[in-house]
């Protein structure tokens, strides 16, 4: 039976999850189609989308002209009238320029939004790789739990006819509680995962929606860079080459977020530099119309046309070019500094990435089949009679610890891709 704190629980699932109406999902969900989803439904990822609109009206901005002004100058005492219009004619090719440094500014919010796409996929696969991790210990305390159960029943039966002592019956009853309560705090945990991952989802997932287990992909890879798609991070593919380290560092070089926007930012600052020094040359205002003297005997209507310049004597930008000339060296020195922690990012990535891997590998191929056997082992001696209940019991409680240790393994190795993902800048 279950307990009441879970039956309130299941309960209140069962209440509340329907309100938030089912999304069509497919037999299995994998990893690929959680980041898919998420990029799609995110309203977080969604909001920064908007900002690409945003730089889109700076450029339009950019490109406005200055409006004419409609003005009228008259002479009550001497009966002059004059309307005419004044316009402001931009020298120097501020317009040009100011439109350069938008369009700059438009790639940098690029940038910025597949940075924030990279950040989302890492988030979906950590939290994808708990939700993953959290079912299958459900499942290993499920089977711990049918195991103990079975074993307590044999030795219920045993202790009956006088083949086992008590104590063994007792040992097998502490066993089997101590694996219930695992179990149920194996639930809690998976209905904790699922809520996380929905969250970033934007969407709910079924308690019987089935997850596919995290890919991987073997040590011996070369990321090869793609085609850019727009609003996707720069994604790499692996050949069966060797993962070769420099190869990494020089590719987290091209494609880091934070060293495009390094690099646009110093584009930025020399394309202000160029507007603020095309600032120094003055706009040309220019008013013309028609000039009526109303004098009688003197009515007449001429043209007229008056110009006016600045004249660049006191305020020569000499402020505003000596804080971009300070800007870019700035940014030249964050580049170089950028350039060094990237460089150890890359290797430390690296290496946890291919230790991970190895230790994955030792699960595999090792220690998860050496601790079946040994179940079967010990099961076996049991039936048998020649050891206590408790060797099978010790035994099955040291496969599952293997195969929560194999999950832990998972679960690091995925945040290693997360990881080394970080470090290059590209989704792998």
Do not use: C
């Not at 890492?122 to 739990?145: F, G, P, S």
């Not at 008013?287 to 046309?305: H, K």
Request: no cysteine; net charge positive.
């Amino acid at each position: 039976m279950r307990s009441p704190l879970l039956n309130a629980l299941l309960f209140s699932l069962a209440v509340t999850m329907p309100s938030w109406g089912w999304a069509d999902t497919p037999p299995v969900f994998t990893l690929e189609a959680a980041i898919e989803i998420a990029a799609h439904n995110n309203l977080n990822y969604q909001a920064a989308l908007v900002q690409k609109d945003i730089s889109q009206a700076q450029i339009t901005t950019a490109k406005a002209r200055l409006n004419p002004l409609l003005v009228s100058d008259n002479g009550i005492a001497e009966k002059t009238y004059r309307l005419g219009l004044q316009q402001t004619l931009e020298l120097g090719g501020k317009r040009k320029k100011r439109i350069a440094v938008a369009e700059t500014q438009r790639q940098l919010t690029d940038t910025m939004t597949n940075a924030k796409l990279l950040a989302l996929r890492m988030d979906v696969r950590k939290t994808y790789t708990a939700l993953y991790a959290a079912l299958e210990r459900q499942k290993a305390y499920e089977d711990i739990v049918e195991t103990t159960r079975h074993l307590l029943a044999i030795a219920q039966k045993r202790e009956k006819v006088g083949d086992i002592p008590k104590v063994d019956v007792l040992g097998a009853q502490i066993a089997f509680t101590n694996s219930r309560n695992d179990h149920q705090t194996a639930f809690y945990q998976v209905v904790s995962a699922r809520n996380r991952l929905s969250a970033l989802l934007f969407q709910p997932l079924s308690p019987e929606q089935m997850l596919a287990a995290p890919p991987s992909f073997a040590q011996e890879a070369l990321l090869t860079p793609q085609k850019q798609e727009t609003g996707q991070p720069l994604q790499a593919s692996l050949t069966e080459s060797a993962l070769n380290l420099s190869l990494l560092i020089e590719q987290a070089f091209k494609i880091r977020p934070e060293l495009q926007e390094n690099r646009l930012n110093q584009v930025v600052t020399l394309q202000r530099l160029a507007l603020v020094k095309s600032n120094r040359i003055p706009n040309l205002n220019l008013s013309a119309g028609p000039d009526l003297v109303a004098e009688p005997g003197q009515r007449r209507l001429n043209l007229y046309v008056i110009g006016a310049v600045d004249i660049p004597v006191f305020n020569r930008q000499q402020g505003p070019i000596e804080e971009e000339s300070a800007r870019q060296r700035q940014l030249q020195i964050a580049q170089q500094a950028l350039k060094t922690q990237i460089t150890y990012e890359v290797i430390n990535a690296h290496t946890a990435f291919i230790a991970s891997q190895e230790r994955l590998k030792r699960y595999e191929a090792e220690l998860l089949p050496d601790a079946e056997r040994i179940v079967k082992l010990a099961q076996l001696s049991f039936r048998e009679g020649k050891s206590s209940i408790l060797t099978p019991i010790n035994a099955q409680q040291a496969f599952i610890n293997t195969r929560l240790g194999y999950l832990q393994a998972m679960s690091d190795h995925q945040d290693a891709i997360s990881d080394l993902e970080k470090a290059i800048g590209t989704g792998l």
